[in-house]
């Protein structure tokens, strides 16, 4: 059973960046009220085995909060993993998780968080204001190489503690008043704070475990947790198990009695397991049979929060000319990729940042063979000749292979330039990406949040997920001015410029289309919701009978 969830995307993003003087969140009643509206309607869902299996692409490259940084690897810490704060299933409104209410300063820079006396770990032990901030100076700490640290950067000195130019982690704004009580200072209002809270890599980690186990802590012998779920069983490259946390402090909503993540990197099989009720959730098909699929009355299609794009390695010759970057970039049309590959509403799209809250983008740089061709020559390789092979990098998997081998074939015909693809497992895919080892590497970005700066901050110089090696001052001062500004308006037009620059001036990224969300899912799955993020609460899902 599925939502449609049009009236709620609508408000999600057209909200406003500040809504009045909300100073404190209220649970009780309220929470009791929204979580009620979650429940099955009958008992008829007890009679149904409440197994949730679901394909999620490939085997993570771990389950570290503070290494993660894909899609993969969220969906599995959602399950296992709870933050100070959680989003709703279906309007991804913020609500209470380990923190069971919180209050605002009038000014908007302090957040005093309240943790619930029933919070729990996997082990029994309570969670604690200081196991957040123990696991906030882990991911902060430089040595811990987490590229999501600049998530923290809103939160006063955290980016002179990442960046390294103060050793004290009393200068960050954290502070533990109480074993239940965490106040978190801001440097500025960040109307997106909260959603920021409710992202994993701000979550808790069980430091005594990670202390005892170093980067083995995540084992299923050692792992501890703090959510909805534990681990049960990994089986590598296989599937990861996971069964109800009995400790989790909302025990009594889950109803799921497990959750089967397979790691099949080949949409086909995902999709036959499917077909033969094996599977209750494909979160990828396979592109060749879109056709096929579309006239399934298990799919769906819905708006994602997300830009496909390639990564060029400025660093490397002769992509460190920015007339070959922007010849790359006019040198083939998208159109060829969204209506003819991939059939499924994608957008294709010279720019980067979706549309959202009213902000809109720039449009890139669009096709244009003749002014591709002109730029290239001017860059010395009129025709294509004397230009080098490009090694283009993707992740296994068909759809990815697809495009590779449409934008090179349009390469080859328009600019007379060559490409060799190379694919890799995820984990390698990965590890390459940060060394940088590549010319051209595929990129997928999906929202940690519905505002701009989610997009747009990720360039920004020195950035854990930049992996271009492009850096311009221009760029940081007008990223760092939106989060200073707390005036809608100006902060979309500061991220406009900004957004020019990336992907109209200095092209160190190639936009090729806007994410649209298709899969499968079992009419026995309930309680599941599409929205914009792609955000799933496992908690809240169970299995119905089906007639």
């Not at 086909?268 to 499917?274: D, H, P, W």
């Amino acid at each position: 059973m599925r939502s449609s969830l049009c009236a709620a995307l609508a408000l999600a993003l057209a909200a406003p960046a500040f809504a009045g003087e909300i100073t404190q969140n209220r649970t009780g009643d309220l929470e009791e009220d929204w979580k009620e509206a979650l429940k099955p309607e009958d008992d008829a869902w007890k009679s149904v085995d409440q197994t949730f299996r679901f394909n999620n692409g490939t085997e993570p490259e771990t389950l570290d909060l503070h290494i993660m940084t894909g899609v993969t690897e969220n969906r599995l810490a959602t399950a296992l993993f709870e933050g100070l704060v959680s989003q709703h299933p279906e309007t991804l409104d913020i609500v209470p998780g380990v923190a069971k209410s919180w209050t605002i300063s009038a000014d908007r820079t302090v957040y005093t968080f309240h943790l619930r006396d029933d919070a729990k770990w996997t082990d029994g032990k309570t969670v604690t204001a200081q196991d957040f901030y123990d696991s906030w100076k882990r991911a902060l700490t430089p040595a811990t190489t987490c590229q999501y640290g600049y998530m923290f950067f809103p939160i006063k000195n955290s980016e002179a503690f990442y960046k390294g130019k103060t050793t004290d982690f009393n200068e960050v704004g954290v502070k533990v008043k109480d074993a239940k009580t965490l106040v978190v200072t801001l440097t500025n209002p960040c109307p997106y704070f909260l959603h920021l809270a409710a992202f994993k890599t701000l979550y808790p980690v069980p430091m005594a475990v990670v202390t005892k186990h170093g980067d083995k802590w995540t084992r299923p012998e050692n792992i501890v947790s703090n959510g909805p779920f534990k681990l049960q069983e990994w089986v590598a490259n296989q599937q990861i198990t996971m069964v109800p946390n009995e400790n989790y402090w909302d025990r009594k909503n889950v109803r799921l009695k497990k959750l089967i993540a397979y790691a099949y990197t080949d949409p086909e099989t995902s999709y036959k397991l499917f077909r033969q009720g094996k599977m209750d959730w494909c979160t990828t098909i396979p592109t060749p049979k879109v056709d096929e699929i579309k006239r399934l009355p298990d799919y769906y299609a819905q708006p994602y929060l997300g830009s496909y794009f390639y990564r060029v390695n400025v660093e490397k010759p002769p992509f460190n000319d920015v007339r070959v970057r922007k010849a790359l970039t006019m040198g083939f049309d998208r159109e060829i990729i969204t209506r003819d590959l991939l059939k499924g509403g994608q957008i294709p799209a010279g720019y980067f940042s979706p549309e959202m809250l009213g902000y809109r983008p720039p449009k890139g740089l669009r096709y244009n063979r003749v002014q591709a061709q002109k730029l290239l020559a001017e860059a010395g390789y009129p025709g294509g000749k004397g230009f080098p092979t490009i090694d283009l990098l993707y992740n296994t998997q068909e759809s990815h292979k697809q495009v590779a081998e449409a934008i090179a074939r349009q390469w080859k015909e328009n600019l007379g330039i060559t490409v060799s693809l190379r694919n890799n497992e995820w984990k390698v895919y990965l590890a390459e990406v940060d060394k940088r080892n590549f010319h051209l590497a595929r990129g997928g970005w999906i929202g940690d949040y519905v505002d701009p700066n989610t997009f747009l901050d990720l360039f920004m110089t020195g950035g854990g997920n930049n992996n271009t090696g492009w850096s311009n001052k221009r760029y940081d001062e007008l990223i760092r001015g939106a989060a200073k500004s707390g005036d809608q308006k100006e902060r979309f037009k500061l991220f406009y410029e900004a957004e020019k620059i990336l992907v109209e001036d200095e092209c160190p990224i190639i936009p090729i289309y806007i994410y649209v969300n298709q899969g499968l899912l079992s009419e026995k799955v309930a309680g599941w919701y599409e929205n914009v993020l792609d955000h799933h609460t496992y908690q809240y899902i169970w299995m119905e009978p089906v007639e």
